[in-house]
């Protein structure tokens, strides 16, 4: 079996007008997950959505970053693009760049047994580095696409997937 995780497609990464959105569209990234989401389904896969969700008093608010996606607010909502397919998979919620830190993931994957972990989402410089590591050094298996993720910088995405590969040793196209 194999497990797409798709982490923080949300509102206040996704759309423009919140504290850290992205300086480019991601509706190329939401076409591939919602394609790559079908294509676990029908494999019998399983998907696994990460997101922000803050409060005021969590360690990384304020430094280094400003308040975002707070709990219960439309920014820390699952882009409506994504919504639908979210439904039919498994939710999990972060308060830090890590998706393993009180997640239940850990826990969850151990159950799952995949053999290969597919991450989506953004932000390729930040959650999905902090996201493949952690994958990395619980021992599995991982795979990224380029049209999968999308930089912070939009300049660094070859030289971050190139990062993927020949530091992290995850599988890329």
Same mark, same amino acid.
């Given at each position: ?15 423009? /007008?919140? +504290? ?5 569209? +991601? ?12 294509? $676990? ?9 990460? /997101?922000?969700?803050?409060? @005021?008093?969590?360690?990384?608010? /304020? ?9 219960? +607010? ?5 882009v409506?693009?994504?919504?639908? @397919?979210a439904?039919?998979?498994?939710? @999990?919620?972060?308060? +830090? ?6 997640? /239940?993931?850990? &826990?969850? =994957?151990? &159950? ?5 972990? %597919?991450?989506?989402? $953004? ?5 999905? @580095?902090?996201?493949?590591? %952690? ?11 380029? %049209?999968? $993720?999308?930089? =912070? ?8 997937? %190139? ?6 040793g995850?599988?890329?196209?």
């Open positions: 079996m194999n497990v797409l995780i798709i982490i923080d497609m949300l509102n206040g990464f996704c759309r423009p /007008g919140h +504290t850290l959105s992205l300086p480019v569209s +991601t509706a190329e990234i939401e076409k591939y997950a919602a394609q790559r989401i079908g294509q $676990v389904f029908a494999e019998g896969g399983r998907v696994i959505f990460i /997101g922000d969700s803050h409060s @005021l008093s969590d360690p990384e608010i /304020g430094h280094p970053y400003k308040p975002h996606c707070l709990e219960g +607010t439309e920014e820390a909502e699952i409506d693009t994504l919504k639908p @397919l439904e039919r998979s498994i939710v @999990l919620m972060k308060n +830090t760049l890590s998706i393993f830190l009180n997640t /239940g993931l850990d &826990k969850l =994957l151990k &159950k799952l047994k995949p053999a290969e972990v %597919e991450v989506i989402g $953004v932000c390729t410089d930040l959650s999905d @580095l902090f996201a493949l590591f %952690e994958l990395k050094i619980r021992g599995y298996n991982v795979f990224i696409s380029p %049209e999968g $993720v999308l930089s =912070l910088e939009p300049g660094k995405q070859r030289e971050d997937l %190139e990062y993927f590969k020949n530091r992290l995850a599988r890329t196209i």
